[in-house]
């Protein structure tokens, strides 16, 4: 089990860049696939981004594809969500996910193959 902190929210108005942190506890950080979750008012919760084991593949939803990069830094056991050209849509509270998987350079794309999750931080998208 790996213990999730999401940081980074904020308010910001449209066309604007806000970057989302997510600190991992534990020394086996590199062995998760972690991935970003997002669900808005009235909405289920909707995949983001994802980024496998030691970061050999990236999956992006079609929605934040071309605006959003997820990256990972193993030596500090952090998964990041840099989000740029954002728009009232994309308004929501934003999750940190992980699963154990080392091994496979694969991530889940749906949040009910994740194992741990953050408390979640809000992005507001003014118009």
């Known amino acids: 089990q790996v213990q999730l902190v999401e940081s980074g929210g904020g308010l910001v108005q449209a066309g604007g860049s806000l970057r989302l942190s997510c600190a991992a506890s534990?020394?086996?950080?590199?062995?998760?696939?972690m991935g970003w979750f997002r669900q808005a008012p009235g909405k289920e919760r909707e995949f983001v981004a994802a980024i496998s084991w030691r970061g050999g593949s990236t999956y992006y939803a079609d929605s934040v594809k071309g605006r959003f990069t997820i990256s990972r830094d193993d030596a500090k056991n952090t998964v990041s969500l840099q989000m740029h050209s954002l728009k009232p849509e994309d308004t929501a509270v934003y999750y940190c996910a992980a699963v154990r998987r080392a091994g496979s350079y694969s991530a889940p794309l749906v949040w009910y193959e994740y194992d741990d999750w953050g408390q979640g931080t809000q992005v507001t998208v003014s118009s």
């Open positions: 534990g020394r086996t950080f590199s062995s998760y696939a």
